[in-house]
């Protein structure tokens, strides 16, 4: 009871993002673009997180920005992990030198900064929002191609492999029947628990002008946008960044509900220690 309670805990947070996602444009109570209002208006009961210096809504513009910044994320999270479990289960199986060069480049991007990395990449590419998501799918990909061949060797030697072997199982057979199964739930915590730290991380690309441009809204960029004003508008800022602070949070308490979820060796030992 007390772990189920735990679960639906982390779980709303998370739901509750996903609808103001799903249903941001619905939400949003004026125009996103319109400039139609006084600008930096305080919050007030018309305006419930104020105006930016264009004279538009910021709880519109929050919403809109949220759905980008979350949508602009797992689209990061999923291609890296996709591409490097991949990665990761064909240097397993495949071994040799394959094994070892794919582990020599994972091993150059680690040893970088991942988000210095990233700048110097975005900037490459020119900027812009997809080239954000590029260059931070660009190097985070090796965390999960050292997790899937991790698992996939340890996995090799196992009875199950060898009898699956012995009845004919070709490599993809093998692959989409045992390996991927074992390996996919790993990667799916990983990937949910990393997800917070990606979304904070294309904020910041935003942040420097690197990411999502005007007139697009996107949190980082809207923080941006108002930086200069923080101490005499701080709602132009605050506004943002709470957005931020809440969709990293519900992503955390996701990541945690769905470890205990998979992992139900970890939530017994808590209880016992409790």
Same mark, same amino acid.
């Given at each position: 009871?007390?772990?189920?309670?735990?679960?639906?805990?982390? !779980?709303?947070?998370?739901?509750? /993002?996903?609808?103001?996602?799903?249903?941001?444009?619905?939400?949003?109570?004026?125009?996103?673009?319109?400039?139609?209002?006084?600008?930096?208006?305080?919050?007030?009961?018309?305006?419930?997180?104020?105006?930016? =210096? !264009?004279?538009?809504?910021?709880?519109?513009? =929050?919403?809109?920005?949220?759905?980008?910044?979350?949508?602009?994320? /797992?689209?990061?999270?999923?291609?890296?992990?996709?591409?490097?479990?991949?990665?990761?289960?064909?240097?397993?199986?495949? @071994?040799?030198?394959?094994?070892?060069? $794919?582990?020599?480049?994972?091993? $150059?991007?680690?040893?970088?900064? @991942?988000?210095?990395?990233?700048?110097?990449?975005?900037?490459?590419? @020119?900027?812009?929002?997809?080239?954000?998501?590029?260059?931070?799918?660009?190097?985070?990909?090796?965390?999960?191609? &050292?997790?899937?061949?991790?698992?996939?060797?340890?996995?090799?030697?196992?009875?199950? =492999?060898?009898?699956?072997?012995?009845? %004919?199982? *070709?490599?993809?057979?093998?692959?989409? &029947?045992?390996?991927?199964?074992?390996?996919? @739930?790993?990667?799916?915590?990983?990937?949910?628990?990393?997800?917070?730290?990606?979304?904070?991380? $294309?904020?910041?690309?935003?942040?420097?002008?690197?990411?999502?441009?005007?007139?697009?809204?996107?949190?980082?960029?809207?923080? *941006?946008?108002?930086? *200069?004003?923080?101490?005499?508008?701080?709602?132009?800022?605050?506004?943002? %960044?709470?957005? =931020?602070?809440?969709?990293?949070?519900?992503?955390?308490? !996701? %990541?945690?509900? !769905?470890?205990?979820?998979?992992?139900?060796?970890?939530?017994? %030992?808590?209880?016992?220690?409790?």
């Amino acid at each position: 009871m007390k772990q189920n309670l735990r679960l639906a805990a982390c !779980l709303l947070p998370a739901a509750a /993002l996903l609808l103001a996602v799903l249903f941001a444009r619905q939400l949003c109570p004026y125009d996103p673009n319109a400039q139609a209002f006084a600008a930096l208006a305080a919050p007030s009961a018309a305006h419930p997180a104020g105006t930016d =210096i !264009l004279g538009r809504d910021l709880l519109s513009r =929050i919403l809109v920005g949220l759905r980008t910044s979350v949508l602009a994320t /797992l689209a990061l999270v999923a291609a890296a992990a996709l591409a490097g479990t991949a990665a990761g289960v064909a240097a397993a199986l495949l @071994g040799g030198a394959a094994d070892a060069v $794919l582990m020599r480049v994972c091993e $150059l991007c680690l040893a970088f900064p @991942g988000l210095v990395l990233a700048l110097g990449l975005a900037a490459l590419l @020119g900027g812009g929002l997809p080239c954000a998501v590029l260059a931070l799918g660009a190097v985070s990909w090796p965390k999960y191609a &050292r997790l899937a061949r991790s698992r996939t060797l340890a996995l090799l030697p196992t009875d199950a =492999i060898a009898a699956a072997r012995l009845a %004919g199982d *070709s490599a993809c057979q093998l692959v989409v &029947r045992h390996i991927l199964p074992d390996v996919a @739930g790993q990667v799916l915590v990983t990937a949910a628990l990393d997800t917070g730290a990606m979304m904070m991380e $294309l904020a910041g690309l935003s942040f420097l002008g690197l990411g999502a441009m005007p007139p697009t809204a996107e949190l980082g960029s809207m923080m *941006s946008g108002g930086r *200069s004003l923080l101490q005499t508008c701080p709602w132009v800022v605050l506004g943002p %960044g709470a957005a =931020i602070f809440a969709a990293v949070a519900a992503f955390n308490l !996701l %990541g945690e509900a !769905l470890r205990d979820a998979l992992d139900p060796f970890v939530c017994q %030992g808590e209880e016992h220690e409790a």
